[in-house]
Structure formats: C-alpha cells, structure tokens
C-alpha cells in the first residue's frame, strides 16, 4: 500500500510562486511514475508534470501550459516529489493532486489519471489577479 501527502498550496497573486510537496509513504516502489494532476470545478483532471524514476536519473515531462513556469523534482532519501510553481497565473487555479503508479509512464500519462493506483487528498491553490 501506498499513501502520498500533499502540502504547500495557497493563495498567492499573479505572478507569485509556490512550492507543492508530495510525501510517498508505505511501499515506495509503487511510486516509480508520479503524476501531479489538477482539477477545478466542473472541469476534468488534467495532468500537469511527469516524473519518471528510472534506476539512474529520471524522466520528466510537463503540460504546455506550465514549460518553463512549473518544475518537478524528487528527493529519493525523503521520498518526496516537489512541484515549484513560479510565475503563477488565475488560470493555474486548481486543486492539486499528486498520484503514483509502479510501472513506467510517460508523456501520455498526463491525459490518463485512470492508470493510477494511488492519489493524495490534493492541496488547494488559488491565484488571483
């Protein structure tokens, strides 16, 4: 079993940053890919960023909408996946969820929260302008 914590959203104003956490605990190895997701209301889950971990380094890929704003990150030792989100906009507005399967994904799992066995409760940001 795995559990996955999410901490760090807020509110900010355009222009601002934050930084999300993602705490993976219990069996670890069910945590090679994770997803960070997004959801506002009425509106699908979409996938933000992917990372990847292979036994050396990792792969990563982001939604267009975030290159060059969002950057993913995972600190092995802590078993923690960051997000930092810099040059917020209204639009990023969202609950955010992190989410972790065992096997590879790539770039296609950004539009497939259906294969993934574990999710956090998710963390709220909300960017005003």
């Known amino acids: 079993q795995v559990q996955l914590v999410e901490s760090g959203g807020g509110s900010v104003q355009a222009g601002g940053s934050l930084r999300l956490s993602c705490v993976v605990s219990g069996n670890t190895d069910s945590s090679n890919c994770m997803v960070w997701f997004r959801q506002s209301p009425g509106k699908e889950r979409d996938g933000v960023t992917v990372?990847?971990?292979?036994?050396?380094?990792?792969?990563?890929y982001y939604a267009d909408s975030v290159k060059g704003r969002f950057t993913v990150s995972r600190d092995n030792a802590k078993n923690t996946v960051y997000l930092q989100m810099n040059n917020l906009k209204p639009e990023d507005t969202a609950m955010y969820y992190c989410s972790a399967r065992r096997l590879q994904c790539g770039e296609s799992a950004l539009s497939a929260p259906g294969i993934f066995d574990h999710w956090g409760q998710g963390t709220q940001v909300t960017v005003s302008s």
């Open positions: 990372i990847y971990t292979k036994p050396i380094g990792s792969t990563k």
